[in-house]
């Protein structure tokens, strides 16, 4: 079993850009949540996909928008890039029980 | 609104040096408590789910506790590969998928 993964690994952007992160669920779960987490801070969830629709999202703008595909695989997708934008971007997936298991995670650094 | 809070927010051990971490928390009506583990640059890994106070879990050289406000997470006789931040989440139950996260514990054992 490959676990969650998440590509690509480190990721380099210029302000106003804009970034396109993946991530494969592991093997049996359906749901998808991602997750930015600052240095010295804990995960901040941004939104969860089920089904292919968010489900839920958290207190993020409108420039972070995601996908879920038919084979539960999902993109984070941020526009405008800002400098605050810089973090480890995790995705987590979990099918019936309330556990999240993530990945490794996406360094996105935006200069 | 949900609250975690993690404390001490670094400990630096001696190797066979047992001690514990806390995770004190506020939520309306509790859907699961969970411990993760996370390596530097890394994605957290899942150690615990807790759902009832008075409920215990270990694993290897960990065990956590839960009460009706808090969570610890004791290590006994720690060695230098238990070296990593502890984090400690809350669901609550209700519609929500939101889990919310303390900041972490630093844990740092020397040989």
């Known amino acids: 079993d490959a676990g969650v993964t998440q590509s690509p690994t480190h990721l380099i952007k210029t302000r106003g850009q804009q970034v396109t992160l993946r991530c494969s669920p592991k093997?049996?779960?359906?749901?998808v949540s991602w997750y930015q987490q600052a240095l010295g801070q804990g995960p901040q969830f941004i939104f969860q996909y089920y089904e292919e629709e968010e489900r839920q999202r958290g207190n993020f703008p409108d420039r972070f928008s995601g996908h879920q595909f038919p084979n539960y695989s999902s993109e984070l997708n941020v526009n405008a890039l800002l400098l605050g934008d810089s973090a480890l971007y995790l995705c987590a997936s979990s099918s019936t029980g309330p556990e999240a298991f993530f990945g490794q995670g996406t360094r996105l650094t935006v200069v | 609104e949900d609250q975690v809070t993690q404390s001490p927010e670094a400990l630096r051990l001696q190797e066979g040096e047992s001690s514990s971490l806390n995770c004190s928390y506020t939520?309306?009506?509790?859907?699961?408590l969970f411990w993760y583990r996370q390596d530097p640059g890394k994605g957290p890994e899942f150690l615990f789910t807790l759902y009832s106070a008075g409920e215990e879990k270990e694993k290897e050289r960990l065990k956590a506790t839960l009460t009706k406000k808090e969570s610890f997470l004791h290590i006994t006789a720690p060695k230098p590969e238990d070296s990593a931040t502890y984090l400690c989440?809350?669901?609550?139950?209700?519609?929500?998928?939101?889990?919310?996260f303390g900041r972490g514990t630093s844990l740092i054992v020397h040989p």
């Open positions: 989440a809350v669901r609550a139950s209700g519609g929500s998928y939101i889990p919310t």
């Open positions: 093997s049996g779960h359906d749901t």
């Open positions: 939520v309306s009506g509790l859907r699961g």
